[in-house]
């Protein structure tokens, strides 16, 4: 019994809490392993690559070739060891990003969001956190970027069940970020003119430690 409620998490039958959002918390090591190891680790797109710059394709059919991207896009993300992943960055044009992310508190979260859509905050809501922020496709760069510091996201799992989730701190951020990600935006395309020559300097100056797609 145990171990079917675990292959049923995987496939993206993950509970929910009172208020309907996904309990991503739970088990979070023995999914996300096996993802991963269903999957294969694939390079990084870098900024440049014209699939970073537009808007992403709705994911429409939820079988098993969806499922073995999301696998590869884990087995990415670990290689990279980062805490979010989109679809785009190992260069697939579909608006579909994992997570492995802990919130402020320390709390990991894990799982994976299809079509999402950032949910608009009443103003009253929308207290900024302006921590540095990075990303995998811009490699040894890092930058400080204000975002408030709670997030929702609607969006499908996998299976193409409906999803909310929510965060908080770095985990809100790791929400934003890779939904940005999924509408043609990086992290540096916020930033003043400065910050981002900056960032792109950084990113010269520094040797990727993991493996990327060279642009052309």
């Not at 440049?48 to 537009?54: A, C, E, I």
């Not at 996998?158 to 890779?178: D, M, S, W």
């Amino acid at each position: 019994m145990a171990q079917q409620d675990t292959d049923q998490q995987h496939a993206g039958v993950l509970p929910v809490d009172d208020e309907g959002y996904v309990v991503d918390t739970e088990d979070c090591e023995g999914r996300e392993k096996a993802w991963r190891e269903s999957g294969t680790s694939r390079p990084i797109t870098v900024v440049g690559n014209p699939v970073l710059h537009k808007e992403c394709k709705d994911v429409t059919e939820f079988g098993e070739e969806l499922r073995q991207l999301v696998a590869d896009m884990f087995a990415s993300q670990r290689t990279a060891e980062g805490v979010g992943l989109a679809a785009n960055q190992i260069g697939v044009d579909l608006k579909v990003f994992v997570y492995d992310c802990q919130d402020d508190e320390g709390v990991r979260h894990v799982g994976v969001v299809c079509n999402p859509k950032l949910v608009e905050l009443p103003a009253e809501r929308r207290r900024l956190d302006d921590s540095n922020e990075g990303c995998l496709s811009v490699p040894g760069a890092y930058a400080a970027l204000a975002r408030p510091d709670y997030a929702e996201v609607t969006g499908q799992d996998e299976q193409g069940n409906p999803i909310k989730v929510r965060g908080t701190g770095y985990f809100a951020r790791c929400l934003q970020h890779e939904t940005d990600h999924l509408y043609g935006y990086l992290y540096i395309d916020r930033l003043s003119k400065r910050d981002r020559k900056d960032a792109l300097r950084q990113m010269a100056e520094n040797e990727p430690r993991y493996p990327v797609v060279a642009n052309d």
